[in-house]
Nanobody, 125 residues
Framework: QVQLVESGGGWVQAGGSLSLACIAS????????MGWFRQAPGKEREFVSR????????LYDDSVKGRFTISRDNAKNMVYLQMNSLKPEDTAVYYC??????????????????WGQGTQVTVSS
């Protein structure tokens, strides 16, 4: 079992920045690739970014590429999402999730075994 807790959400004006963090506990954090997803009201949960266990492979959805940066610190059991140049369409609940590093499917939520409770990000225009 891996327990995940997100923090850092909030309200920001368009063009601003927010930094999300997710702390993991339980089984070896460094065994897992970590992902960030988001879900806006009335929409399906969508992939944002993924980072491999060693940080050697990082993937982003095109909608956030160049604006968001994912990183991790295995010594601290933490994964981060730095979000810059935020847009109103980035408004959503953001979730961190863990998946075995060998699993190559990464965009689908059902590829991830463990989820945090989510943190709200609201971007006003």
């Amino acid at each position: 079992q891996v327990q995940l807790v997100e923090s850092g959400g909030g309200w920001v004006q368009a063009g601003g920045s927010l930094s999300l963090a997710c702390i993991a506990s339980g089984r070896a954090f460094s065994d897992y690739a970590m992902g960030w997803f988001r879900q806006a009201p009335g929409k399906e949960r969508e992939f944002v970014s993924r980072i491999s266990r060693s940080s050697g492979l990082i993937l982003y959805d095109d909608s956030v590429k160049g604006r968001f940066t994912i990183s991790r610190d295995n010594a601290k059991n933490m994964v981060y999402l730095q979000m810059n140049s935020l847009k109103p369409e980035d408004t959503a609940v953001y979730y961190c999730a863990a998946t075995p590093d060998y699993r190559t499917t990464y965009r689908r939520p059902d590829a991830y075994d463990y989820w945090g409770q989510g943190t709200q990000v609201t971007v006003s225009s």
